[in-house]
């Protein structure tokens, strides 16, 4: 029997328990998600009337686009990126579409990462941006965020820097935190890759989830121009999660050899969803809008229940995206590690929830929830959660 033999680089990667933990609940059955983060609108109905009239009007939407994407989408990004950004981009040299945020990250990283190059990563992190950089056989160096607010932490990543170090990779609103990172960090960060030469990945995914104020961008320094890529997605603005397209922009020459990698992994992006992503930037604003205030509601919702389960769960209230990190507290002398947690909530409660050590020390004791489903499935979640905890550990007061 063949027994084939893995490469290293596989072996040092895993399956994220965001994608783990849903398995488990399959399983189980009748499970209500507070776990991987897919916001709950469906489909717009004018993307898919608009892509329904393209491909039956439009023989070629159904083909291979141009390899960077098609030539009105990426005019598309570009102007929604200088109207929000300040940010003016060639759309011919210096922007990509992508299959989602997470292929254009992979061009990045794949790009700037060789073997043994260091890469700053915030921590609670992502799991996928470890994975890619160990998938490029480099090597992802944590750097905590403060563990008061989870803020950026800009001294921590000074003490990280070595002659090793080629990049930092950072995400602001941050998954798995929530955290808006702010705007004198953010410098403060863009200064120190400046100082060291470092290369910038500045994963916006979320930046319009951002429920108190704006989220700032790095891709609004002017001086880190030279040095950032940046990467967009469609999924959670436009609620276009199963379409898998998203975009990224860099100087030109940096841009050239991304779309190397990009030609090998995926020719193009799919293209009925970049006419889908092509609609929904037609659409007005108050389609988005409408996905904010909703999401903001269902985080005050989220905060109002967790505080209802004090002093079992502790959290720090999130500003962007659609996640908490929230820390439990078990009578002393009991330890559960976060993933047993998650998989006993699953079997016991019927919720599914995400380990928080999945996301690095910072996420011990902890799980990240996410408050992407409707009023009522949030409701039932946290009414299982507290009748588990009550029956589990007692009265909470």
């Known amino acids: 029997m063949f027994a084939p033999r893995i490469s290293a680089r596989v072996q040092a990667i895993k399956i994220s328990a965001t994608k783990e933990m849903p398995m488990i609940a399959a399983k189980v059955g009748g499970c209500v998600s507070l776990g991987q983060g897919v916001p709950s609108f469906v489909t717009p109905p004018l993307v898919v009337v608009a892509l329904m009239r393209e491909l039956a009007e439009n023989p070629s939407a159904g083909k291979y686009s141009l390899q960077p994407g098609l030539t009105d989408l990426r005019r598309a990004c570009a102007d929604l990126i200088a109207r929000e950004k300040g940010v003016v981009l ?32 915030p921590e609670p992190f992502y799991p996928s941006h470890v994975e890619q950089i160990l998938m490029a056989e480099g090597r992802p160096v944590l750097t905590p ?19 090793r170090t080629r990049a930092m990779l950072i995400s602001s609103p941050h998954n798995p935190t929530g955290a808006v990172f702010a705007e004198a960090d953010l410098r403060q960060a863009a200064e120190l890759a ?19 104020a704006p989220a700032f961008s790095l891709a609004q320094i002017p001086e880190i121009r ?37 030609d090998c992994v995926a020719i193009c992006a799919p293209t009925p969803s970049q006419h889908a992503a092509l609609a929904a930037l037609a659409a ?8 904010l205030d909703a999401l903001r509601r269902r985080r005050d919702l989220a905060c109002a229940r967790l505080d209802a389960l004090a002093p079992f769960f502790s959290y720090v209230r999130p500003g962007g995206a659609f996640y908490i990190m929230a820390r439990y507290h078990l009578p002393e002398g009991l330890d559960i590690p976060s993933r047993d947690m998650a998989v006993r909530l699953i079997h ?3 919720v599914i929830t995400v380990p928080g050590d999945a996301f690095g020390p910072g996420g011990a004791s902890s799980l990240r929830l996410s408050f992407g489903a409707e009023e009522k499935d949030l ?13 589990e550990f007692g009265n909470l007061k």
């Open 284 to 291: 007005p604003e108050s389609m988005c809008r409408e996905f």
């Open 226 to 262: 030279d040095r950032l890529i940046g990467v967009g997605s469609f999924s959670k603005r436009y609620a276009l999660t199963g379409w898998r397209v998203g975009f990224f922009f860099a100087p030109a020459g940096l841009m050239a050899e991304m779309l190397k990698v990009h």
């Open 90 to 121: 060639d759309p011919e040299t210096e922007m990509g579409i992508t299959v989602g945020a997470m292929e254009a990250l992979f061009c990045a990283v794949s790009t700037l990462v060789d073997r043994g190059d260091e890469v700053l990563v």
């Open 379 to 391: 409701n039932e979640a946290f009414d299982r959660i507290e009748g588990w905890v009550k029956k």
């Open 145 to 163: 965020l403060r563990r008061t607010d989870w803020g950026l932490d800009v001294e921590a990543m000074r003490r990280a820097v070595t002659p």
């Open 348 to 350: 016991e409660a019927k």
């Open 194 to 212: 400046v100082e060291h030469n470092l290369a910038i990945i500045c994963d916006d995914t979320y930046d319009y989830l951002s429920y108190d």
